[in-house]
T-cell receptor, first 113, second 114 residues
Framework: DAKTTQPPSMDCAEGRAANLPCNHSTISGNEYVYWYRQIHSQGPQYIIHGLKNNETNEMASLIITEDRKSSTLILPHATLRDTAVYYCIVSLLSNFGNEKLTFGTGTRLTIIP | DGGITQSPKYLFRKEGQNVTLSCEQNLNHDAMYWYRQDPGQGLRLIYYSQIVNDFQKGDIAEGYSVSREKKESFPLTVTSAQKNPTAFYLC?????????????FGQGTRLTVV
């Protein structure tokens, strides 16, 4: 699986958009980009994933660059409950038996009131 | 309700004892995973299973064992060979590989070895 690089921490004001970057310069053509978040002492929660097109759901938007070497998770209107560690992961899904999610250390996002 | 359940939430054991952590899912998922998390660290993959009666080592399998006799169950045994077993253990499941989907996580078991 391709490795990812994320800033260790970020702050964002409540009500503003939180933009979390992720570099995955060694990503291969059939690897997906996933984002999860983990609130303290709980299991991680799925947010969104994509291959090469931008994606949006009720939680967030995912912007993937054209060369797929980086992506940005956008939380459009951050609330205090969005304070968590956010993990960017790339995962190969197409090869049965090799699919696994490898988590790095993530970005600790703190929403400031 | 469908979901993935880990039990117990907190577990204490004496050094040198084996201990088994439970993970059950009723989501009809083929794939299941065990991760370990240490304070301030990300998740590290211990074992994963893509189908019943089959499992693969992850990045830190030494000192751990698993079984997958039933689709809904993937217990993890922390053996006495694991040198530093105190950690937060997370189980996850997902629909079989090859499908574009998410993983669901349990709430974790915090193991303390004294």
């Amino acid at each position: 699986d391709a490795k990812t690089t994320q800033p260790p921490s970020m702050d964002c004001a409540e009500g503003r958009a939180a933009n979390l970057p992720c570099n995955h310069s060694t990503i291969s053509g059939n690897e997906y980009v996933y984002w999860y978040r983990q609130i303290h002492s709980q299991g991680p929660q799925y947010i969104i994933h994509g291959l090469k097109n931008n994606e949006t759901n009720e939680m967030a938007s995912l912007i993937i660059t054209e060369d797929r070497k980086s992506s940005t998770l956008i939380l459009p209107h951050a609330t205090l409950r969005d304070t968590a560690v956010y993990y960017c992961i790339v995962s190969l899904l197409s090869n049965f038996g090799n699919e696994k999610l490898t988590f790095g250390t993530g970005t600790r996002l703190t929403i400031i009131p | 309700d469908g979901g993935i359940t880990q039990s117990p939430k907190y577990l204490f054991r004496k050094e040198g004892q084996n201990v088994t952590l439970s993970c059950e899912q009723n989501l009809n998922h083929d794939a299941m995973y065990w991760y370990r998390q240490d304070p301030g660290q990300g998740l590290r993959l211990i074992y994963y299973s893509q189908i019943v009666n089959d499992f693969q080592k992850g990045d830190i399998a030494e000192g751990y064992s698993v079984s997958r006799e039933k689709k809904e169950s993937f217990p993890l045994t922390v053996t006495s060979a694991q040198k530093n077993p105190t950690a937060f253990y997370l189980c996850a499941s997902s629909i079989a590989a090859g499908m574009n989907t998410e993983a669901f996580f349990g709430q974790g078991t915090r193991l303390t070895v004294v």
